[in-house]
């Protein structure tokens, strides 16, 4: 391990602490979007799942293009661009004071982070040896969940569910972390900054369709937007519902402690978890793991208690684990190496199911009320396992194409 964790390439650190800091801002004040709209600026859930819904709704389409251009004109440009505009982004969402302005802000937020997840992703896979990606994105993930972890426990601190004053504090972090960035690659000269020159002769269209093609690709893709579909309910439905039932009477409280549980328990079984999932293919893990996430929302509308609930959150951080930490390696394997940026992007339409989760859940919320639970989370747990037909169909042609072996394997992406 620790052998491994020498050849780590410096600029790789940098965007892995870099996104912890980053994740910790963003967790003070995201994650009590919905709940400071319906506190304090009188939005009705429905209003409130469309706010939340925007984000995704920009990345669905952003994301793509995000990738596709950072294989053209380059990963620096394209990182720092995004991050200086992600700051502005929170600024602005601290000096919002219309419902319009929050939808407005957090398009443009949505629309930050679908260029800047993928050409990040593409850039730690470009200056990371084969043999160490696994690991570099399960660190990379890692680094997400401590910010997560101290994020919201902080909003709680400075009052996120009833002030702005946080998305500042988020501003400055990223203006932070861009410098250090710019910096970083002032000093690095050995620094692959993508621009693959195949990518360069390749249109936006012609692209796209490479990407749609890939049959392999597509299943992924539609069975990762079932994983976060039912991903998504967590941090839309979810926080709404604690407010609004008359079982909990503080539902900004139980949602932060809910979410710090998630992150905590991420640190603890990521690692078991990992090590015992990378003896199978990457599709595999992605199975199981939607069907522990759908197996929590059923815990979540069943039983309405604080130990229940956070037994549910035990079970879905399961999942979570099991979706996500093997599906940046499952895109890099599919992926072609010269277009890679491009993968990374075209997986980004996965966000329509956090688009579709918050509509949905506050639709079911605003006809049903919080009272009747199980018919809100028995629909969300059914729409969740209609992903895993499609990553069967996933697994069954990797192994066709002979490139299913266990995650710690690899091997050339197909042709």
Known sequence: MNSHLKQIHPLAWTIIVG????????????PFLSIYLIKSMGASPAEAGMVVAVSSLIGVFASFYGGYISDRIGRKKVLLFSIFSWALVFIGFA??????????MNALNGLCRAVFEPTSRAMLSDITDPKNRLLIFNL??????????????????????????????????????GLVLIFQFGRRSDINLGRATTAQSVSLKGAF??????????????????CVLGYG???????????????????????????????????????PLVRWFRNFPPAVSLIVGNAFVAS????FGLFESR??????????????????????????????????????????FNNMGNVLAPVIGGWLLTSLSAEQPLMIFLPLALMTACGIPFLLLAHWKMRDLNIDQPADKQTPAAS
């Open 19 to 30: 996104t912890m800091f980053g994740r910790m801002a963003t967790s003070m004040s995201i």
């Open 95 to 104: 000096m919002a004071n219309q419902i319009w302005m929050f939808f407005v």
């Open 140 to 177: 990379r993930y890692a680094a997400i969940n401590v910010g997560v972890v101290i994020g919201p426990l902080l909003g709680l601190q400075f009052g996120t569910s009833q002030s702005g004053a946080p998305f500042i504090a988020a501003g400055f972090v990223y203006i932070l972390y």
């Open 209 to 226: 369709a490479v990407t749609s093609r890939d049959r392999t690709f597509m299943y992924v893709l539609v069975g990762s937007i079932f």
């Open 233 to 271: 309910h967590f941090s839309s439905t979810l926080p709404q519902y604690l407010e609004l039932s008359p079982s909990f009477g503080n539902g900004a409280e139980m949602f932060t402690y809910m979410l710090s549980m998630n992150a905590v328990v991420v640190l603890i079984v990521q690692y």
């Open 296 to 299: 929590s929302l059923l815990v």
């Open 307 to 348: 130990w229940t609930m956070m037994l549910g959150v035990i079970i879905f951080t399961i999942g979570e684990v099991l979706m996500f930490t093997l599906m940046d390696l499952l895109v890099d394997r599919i992926a072609k190496p010269e277009l890679r940026g491009t993968y990374f992007g075209m997986i980004g």
